[in-house]
């Protein structure tokens, strides 16, 4: 049982590429999230799926896009990547309200 | 709207030492809370729901709706348990889970 499971674990971007984050649970969770950390920061909500064929933004939406492919995966895109967007990416689904997030690794993002 | 505030960024203790780790919030409804904690460079765990009232590594935590608060508490820290710990609430019916900025724990020995 592998849990959260995200793609790659490091990569480096020039500005103005672009690239996808994967993310893929086999928990059969309902609900899926991306997730930003940064120093002084905490986690902040990127976007989330409450359910397979849905999605909606959260605190910090701009320069993404998701797509929830079925209901293992949720792909986090960077149509043109900026220096900003340096962060570790975090994918993480939930079973149900009364039940905690499962968390994955993590993806190290550096734009340059 | 919700929020998460763990007034300290850093917080060291020497082994042995009694540990608490603040947290404060602020939801108009009945939140949902936890605390997560990442040792370095790994994945962030799950370590106390408080509906669950249950005792995880020795770390205890109590809702208090008066004061708003859910402070992380271990009688007796271990080196062990150095790491970045985060408070985080969900609202009923929410699928949002919101996070303070963190605390992280250095266990002097």
């Known amino acids: 049982n592998a849990g959260v499971t995200q793609t790659p674990k490091f990569q480096v971007l020039k500005t103005g590429q672009s690239m996808t984050l994967q993310c893929a649970q086999d928990?059969?969770?309902?609900?899926m999230y991306w997730y930003r950390q940064d120093p002084g920061m905490g986690l902040r909500l990127i976007y989330y799926?409450?359910?397979?064929?849905?999605?909606d933004k959260g605190e910090v939406p701009n320069g993404y896009n998701v797509s929830r492919l079925n209901k293992r995966e949720f792909s986090l895109r960077l149509e043109s990547a900026a220096p900003s967007q340096t962060s570790v990416y975090f994918c993480a689904s939930r079973a149900g309200e009364v039940r905690g997030y499962t968390f994955g690794s993590g993806t190290r993002l550096t734009v340059v | 709207a919700q929020r998460v505030t763990q007034p300290e960024k850093l917080l060291s203790v020497f082994k042995g030492a009694p540990v608490e780790l603040k947290c404060n919030y602020s939801?108009?409804?009945?939140?949902?809370l936890f605390w997560y904690v990442q040792y370095s460079r790994q994945r962030l765990q799950l370590l106390l729901r408080?509906?669950s009232r249950e005792s995880i590594k020795g770390f205890t935590a109590d809702l208090n709706k008066g004061e708003t608060s859910f402070h992380l508490k271990k009688p007796f820290a271990q080196e062990e348990d150095s790491a970045m710990y985060y408070c985080?609430?969900?609202?009923?019916?929410?699928?949002?889970?919101?996070f303070g900025k963190g605390t992280k724990l250095s266990v002097i020995p």
């Open positions: 928990m059969n969770h309902n609900s």
């Open positions: 799926s409450a359910s397979e064929g849905t999605t």
């Open positions: 408080h509906i």
């Open positions: 939801y108009s409804g009945s939140p949902e």
């Open positions: 985080a609430l969900s609202g009923a019916g929410s699928y949002q889970l919101t």
